[in-house]
Nanobody
Framework: QVQLVESGGGLVQTGDSLRLSCVDSGMTFRKYPLAWFRQAPGKEREFVAVIGGTTDYRNYANSAKGRFSISKDGAKNTLYLQMNNLKPEDTAVYYC?????????????????WGQGTQVTVSA
């Protein structure tokens, strides 16, 4: 059973950095792809970044390229999202997600497991 718990969100200013964490207490961390999505107020949830389960494959949304970095620590069963040069448009609830099928795409409907989300607010 995959259980994902995010942390690290907060209120920051434009240009600041944050690192989000997602712990998988279900101990399946090493096998499954892991991704970050976000949902801004009044908008659909959107893909941010993904990292492969048994590979080092990584992919980012255009909005995240060059500013965000996804990584994981297998020993800690923890997924990270390092976010630099934050902008007000990055304000959203950030979710980590995983799937048991090896899917590393952008479609949220193909991710089976979700955390509860962590709020990131970037002030102008």
């Amino acid at each position: 059973q995959v259980q994902l718990v995010e942390s690290g969100g907060g209120l920051v200013q434009t240009g600041d950095s944050l690192r989000l964490s997602c712990v998988d207490s279900g101990m399946t961390f090493r096998k499954y792809p892991l991704a970050w999505f976000r949902q801004a107020p009044g908008k659909e949830r959107e893909f941010v970044a993904v990292i492969g389960g048994t590979t080092d494959y990584r992919n980012y949304a255009n909005s995240a390229k060059g500013r965000f970095s996804i990584s994981k620590d297998g020993a800690k069963n923890t997924l990270y999202l390092q976010m630099n040069n934050l902008k007000p448009e990055d304000t959203a609830v950030y979710y980590c997600a995983s799937n048991s099928k090896g899917y590393v795409g952008l479609s949220q409907s193909l991710y089976e497991y979700w955390g509860q989300g962590t709020q990131v607010t970037v002030s102008a």
